[in-house]
């Protein structure tokens, strides 16, 4: 089995990968440049988890026993252990599972 590439596909994701390293990297070192204030550090910290619940809340509420189910183990896990990619992980392994068996 071959595998195809075509150039513009791959260019396109090169691109994006430089973009997003660049917003990263830029936002980092204007960040280390500007004074915040406690505030401003405050509501940066909670951000990704925000974003995670901003993109998921959606599925969350058309969603499935599945899906509530899987949001159940995902907010214990987050309980417990206060970590984001542990969480997203077993969110992923928990609706997979669930899906599956449901």
Do not use: N, Q
């Not at 980092?28 to 401003?40: A, H, N, Q, T």
């Not at 990704?48 to 509530?68: H, K, Q, Y």
Request: glycine share 8%; no cysteine; net charge negative.
């Amino acid at each position: 089995m071959t595998i195809e590439l075509d150039p513009l596909v791959v260019a396109v994701i090169a691109a994006m990968t430089v973009a997003t390293y660049v917003t990263k990297a830029g936002g980092l070192w204007l960040l280390g440049k500007v004074d915040l204030s406690p505030r401003v550090e405050s509501g940066l910290e909670i951000l990704p988890g925000a974003i995670i619940v901003s993109i998921l809340a959606p599925e969350l509420v058309g969603g499935t026993l599945a899906t509530w189910l899987a949001a159940a183990v995902v907010l214990v896990v987050a309980w417990r252990t206060d970590s984001i990619t542990i969480s997203l992980g077993t969110g992923i392994v928990a609706i997979l599972a669930l899906r599956t068996v449901l």
